[in-house]
């Protein structure tokens, strides 16, 4: 019997685990910050370790960091919320995402997703029994979801829109006007918008960041999800939340209690510091990244290979269609032949085989040194058509 061939999240683990073997590998596929966390939130961390390990959280979180939360989202996302109700501190974004899916799908129901998109939101929907509706999105449009097709794709069945601005894989983000027009579509169509805004502080260039929520009409029908993880590099903390109304919010809270119970106690009180402390670490985390975009959007000009310009986040959705051959077989070459981590777009999509995503999450010299290695190894794959 053949073995059969790993896809989605399970070819990037494949992948990951095959990287941790070689010694000199360069890791621009995953999307961890490679910043150490910075040190009043370690500190914190400390504190809670000797003062506070054997208290107590309620599932939906500690009330002090609650209240950071609900001060961050109105500060950074202009969106107004009750701490009390209308807050829950999950396990990372990945927990939020599954807690945001399972409280507004049942068994049947349908999920508009512009595509590309982060992979886990397909499992959290087979998880919840709910049916994916694919809105494509394309290179030459900076990877833009049209609303007009965002309508199109809308049935009887449609229960939710999936908005994830900045993108994961595709870097995209949704302007202003086009968020505005989203919010109109699921009005008149009562859908209930899942908002996912992990990378909301790095947008580059003249692009902002808007979170649906915040538009008149939006929280009412918005659930939104953030993490420290990326803004912090606090990805191993294992902390997230998810803010909206107060009704959907005691349905998230019962799945919370029921699926994990409380965030650790430690994380919590290090998100504390990390909310209400001081913020320059994540300046100079978007500084470096604006310099490290550049630097790898100059070497993929230089070899000529095309993608959607990424406009936030942490990532470049790049074409290697010019290979004739499916990015998961690129992404394994390139790892294998030059120790270079690179994720195959087909694990995020289906329909994007010929697209990997790259990251910028490594220090300048590292970056330089894996593109140089993947022009190599892109040489010699085309030297063999």
Do not use: C
């Not at 996302?77 to 507004?104: H, R, S, W, Y």
């Not at 107060?246 to 019962?254: H, I, Q, S």
């Not at 990244?289 to 100059?298: K, P, W």
Request: negative net charge; without cysteine; aromatic residues 6%.
């Amino acid at each position: 019997m053949s073995k059969k061939k790993a896809q989605g999240t399970n070819l990037l683990y494949q992948l990951i685990g095959e990287a941790r073997n070689y010694d000199d590998v360069i890791i621009m596929g995953r999307g961890d910050p490679d910043f150490d966390t910075p040190a009043h939130i370690v500190a914190a961390a400390k504190n809670a370790m000797i003062n506070h390990h054997a208290d107590y959280s309620p599932p939906e979180g500690l009330l002090a960091l609650r209240e950071a939360i609900a001060e961050r989202v109105k500060r950074v996302n202009n969106i107004d919320v009750d701490p009390a109700t209308e807050v829950v501190v999950a396990n990372g974004g990945q927990e939020a995402l599954f807690l945001m899916v399972l409280a507004v799908l049942s068994p049947g129901d349908e999920m508009i997703v512009p595509e590309p998109n982060y992979n886990t939101y397909a499992d959290s929907l087979a998880f919840a029994g709910g049916v994916k509706v694919e809105v494509q999105t394309y290179a030459e449009n900076d990877f833009r979801a049209d609303p007009a097709d965002v309508a199109a794709a809308i049935t009887d069945k449609s229960r939710a829109l999936l908005l994830v601005s900045p993108n994961n894989p595709a870097a995209s983000v949704i302007s202003p006007p086009d968020m505005q027009a989203m919010l109109d579509i699921a009005i008149s169509k009562d859908l209930m918008i899942l908002a996912d805004d992990i990378y909301d502080l790095f947008v580059y260039d003249d692009f902002e960041h808007v979170s649906p929520a915040s538009l008149p009409g939006g929280k009412e029908r918005a659930l939104t999800l953030n993490a420290l993880s990326k803004a912090y590099s606090m990805t191993g903390w294992r902390l997230g939340w998810i803010v909206g109304p107060a009704d959907l919010m005691a349905r998230v809270k019962e799945l919370k209690a029921a699926i994990s119970g409380g965030a650790s106690i430690i994380s919590q009180h290090a998100g504390i510091a990390a909310l209400t402390g001081p913020q320059d670490a994540v300046e100079m985390m978007a500084e470096a990244y604006r310099r490290r975009r550049r630097l790898v959007l100059d070497a993929l000009d230089a070899m000529g290979m095309k993608y959607g310009l990424p406009q936030g986040g942490q990532f470049v959705f790049a074409d290697i269609g010019f290979t004739g051959m499916d990015s998961g077989e690129v992404a394994q070459r390139i790892l294998t032949e030059q120790h270079v981590l690179a994720y195959p777009g087909s694990a995020f999509s289906k329909d994007r085989k010929d697209y990997l995503r790259m990251t910028f999450l490594q220090p300048e010299e590292q970056l330089i040194e894996g593109l140089e290695r993947m022009k190599v190894a892109m040489r010699d794959m085309m030297a063999e058509r």
